[in-house]
């Protein structure tokens, strides 16, 4: 009762705090390693034509790629979050045979080139593919060109970053706290809604950030699986790799707006699990 | 207020357990046993978490489990209530929040869940608690939250897996007489997993001894401890009890005779009159050829019954002198080898024993 | 080990920038016989060049041709930017231009073939396919090149002078790219160079088109300013202008300049 109480302001460190330090050495290479990701943004925000800036965003291309970039990269994560958590719990939870293959399954889109991620989605669901070429002859559906197709495309490329950073939480929270449900009463069910799902949602969070912006900055995917059609299929990173051919003014502005979109993302979001827990 | 009663049967490669053990409804059960001697796997099994391989478990009229013929309640399903080491309060939940889940699972209204949760809470001196979450709180709160919730659903058997050995010494006594009113006033049939002969005296009607997987010795609590004749038992007891009712100075024996000691606190004693013992270590008792003189000491006159070689110390087992009270058969002191030489004592020769007040706890006890 | 690390990273900078500096640097300095030749060189020019190069290797012995292939105006890019080249061959004047506003073309570009669109369909061309006309009969999935690309500025000039609107289903941004979706089978028809179907082989079918030539794509040639290898440079882009290179490139389907 007279204990002080476990509070997070507790631990919150003070100025008088001066814990054991850093080896001075690991600065060098920590330095070099923000230099490497802050300065080329610098480059590009210093290369802008700022008087122009305006303009080039709100030409009809510019704001169409917004509009579809937002839009497909939303539902592709609401994807990755309706499809990617459970399988996630499947990972985690699971006590299938074959779990670890299934894993390094899921993760193949971590580590393959965007474009081959699109080319195998093209020689499954193109309109030959192994897949496709049922959808047209039964239903005369084609997904290649269509916005169907950028969202799919997204979704293959993100949904490693949201189970991975699901299951890791699902490992984190363990079985206790379902356990312990469970002997107050909780079906499986009512223990997985009332107490997982709470206990992951930072975790989720986290994940489903990762995975939005995943979405947002998804080219090679993209272009190989979907083609490039403005107001269809041609989202930000599409038309900056476009206007680059012509007009850098209009691919460093686009490139901007990009860099900004991410970093209201995270800003907003602030998903705990990336942010120094202090 | 069920009634416990079990046979566990669990084979496996390296280790077998085959306990069978009963409670009365409302009664306190205490397993002590070493690590390894197959408390949580006895645990496991009662909380359903685990599948006997033979055996059975029944809670009151139901069967819980019964490989034998298939049965195997889930659960969630066989009202048996947990509360651990660590506290696990949901961290999402407040604390009413907490408690109220363990109603709100079986279907009570959230408003009623709520009423019973805060009065659930304020039967666990936390009614200040109650809409803090478990961040804000201090192991103790956290584990005496954890016991209302565990409370809650009104269980018909409820585990105490070592409740109080994660908490800070601080805490300990306190969570410790909390739990013995708690679990007493709710009647709650319960089976204590302990490490510490003192919360098995404090808390537990009846104590069985667990060793490698089998019940080496049961009995009242107090007989139990009191006269070890396990190994494991005598080395985790090896504490003197004398039995009595709490008086103002401490514990007065059935003879009348006033032992001494400090009742841990106004507040977490047992009141005047209530039954009680008077705990200290062998270590403590300092012993005497000739009554000494002018100390406030807790003198007792005893008869040497027996020398037992005890590690580095010798330990002397009291028995009764002839005309004198019975509880002092089976005290034990420990002292040097030097010591003993200089008593020159045998077995027979009638010596004192001297406690300091200080050195002596009493305790509320059960019946 | 950052030093290690950097010293790392400054020795593959050299390596990929410098290779042909190097060896050019070693090659004049030691005997004039080891010389290297590098040419930048538009991404549809591969299977000429290439044949060039062997021709061009044989006639002077101890010179290595080096030829890096790829998007003109990523090519144009690099060049702006300091990369060593000799010759650099673009697919469009534009490109060109950037180059030698940046005032890296030595004397005036030359034109070293002509390209012009053609129409590729899968093979069969099961739709039907027989003028730019029918490009735009709904129900057919076309690909064309975006108007930022020279194919697709070309495809837009046709358009404006037949008057045809195409619906595309998709604007690549390269031409190798349109080719693709028709080789996969995914467009039915795509409008790409007439060296394209040319190179693609069996995998699509041509589908040419008088209004084509209202649209060509010229090629245009240039020894790059303070080149390394100035006389080499010369001599490359004469073989290329000249008959050997003309007799290859025309084989390859380019319209002469």
Known sequence: MTEAPRDASARRSDEHETGVGLPRLLWVPATLAFALIALPVLGLVLRADWPRV?????????????????????????????????????????????????????????????????????????????????????????????????????????????????????????????????????????????????????????????????????????????????GTTRTLPLLVYLERETDVDAAVALSLLLVVVAVAVIAVARPRTIEVER | MSRLDARVVVRRAAFSLDVALSAEPGEVLAVLGPNGAGKSTLLGVLAGLLRPDAGHVRVGDVTVADPGSGVHVAPHQRGVGLLAQQALLFPHLSAVGNVAFGPRAHGVPRREAERRARELLAAVDATELADRRPAGMSGGQQQRVALARALAPGPGLLLLDEPLAALDVDATPAMRSLLRRVIRDAKQTALLVTHSALDALVLADRVVVLTGGRVVEQGSTRDVLGRPRSPFTARIAGLDLVPGTACPEGLRTADGTVVSGLRGGEALGPADGEPAVAVFPPAAVAVFADRPRGSPRNVLHVRLAAIEPHGDVVRLRAGAVPGGPGWVDGLAADVTPAAVADLAAEPGAELWFAVKATEVGIHAASR | MAAAAVAGLLVLAGCGGGATNGAAAGGSSAAPEDRTLTVFAAASLTESFGELEKQFETGNP???????????????????????????????????????????????????????????????????????????????????????????????????????????????????????????????AGLVYVTDVASAGDKVQGVGFAEAAQAPTTYPIAVITDAPQTELARSFVNMVTGEPGQKVLGAAGFGAP
Request: hydrophobic share 50%; glycine share 12%.
């Open chain 1, 54 to 230: 305006p303009a080039l965003l709100l030409s009809e291309a510019a704001l169409d790629a917004l509009r579809l970039s937002l839009l497909t990269a939303g539902i592709s994560t609401a994807l990755c979050i309706v499809l990617g958590g459970p399988l996630a719990v499947v990972l985690a939870r699971g006590r299938l045979r074959g779990l670890r293959l299934l894993r390094s399954v899921v993760l193949l889109p971590l580590v393959l080139p965007p474009v081959v991620g699109g080319l195998a989605l093209l020689f499954l669901l193109g309109r030959t593919g192994l897949l496709g070429r049922g959808l047209d002859v039964a239903f005369g559906v084609t997904i290649p060109f269509t916005t169907a197709a950028v969202v799919l495309a997204q979704t293959f490329v993100a949904l490693p970053f949201l189970v991975v950073s699901l299951e890791g939480s699902l490992r984190t929270a363990g079985r206790r706290y379902e356990a312990v449900a469970a002997t107050l009463g909780a079906s499986p069910g009512l223990a997985f809604r009332r107490v997982t799902v709470p206990l992951v949602l930072p975790g989720l969070a986290s994940g489903t950030v990762l995975a939005f912006a995943r979405c947002l900055g998804e080219f090679g995917a993209t272009i190989a699986f979907a083609g490039s059609l403005q």
């Open chain 3, 62 to 188: 101890g010179v290595d041709v080096v030829l890096n292939y790829g998007g003109s105006s990523d090519l144009a890019q690099q060049i702006v930017n300091g990369a060593p080249v000799d010759v650099f061959a673009s697919a469009s004047d534009s490109t060109m231009k950037a180059v030698s506003d940046a005032g890296l073309v030595d004397g005036t570009p030359a034109v070293l073939a002509k390209n012009v669109l053609q129409i590729a369909t899968v093979p069969g061309n099961p739709k039907g396919i027989a003028s730019f006309a029918d490009l735009a009969k709904p129900g057919l999935k076309v690909v064309v090149c975006a108007p930022q690309v020279p194919c697709g500025a070309a495809a837009g000039k046709i358009e404006t002078a037949t008057g045809v609107t195409l619906r595309p289903v998709s604007e690549e941004p390269d031409v190798k790219s349109v080719l693709g979706k028709v080789t996969s089978g995914d467009a039915d």
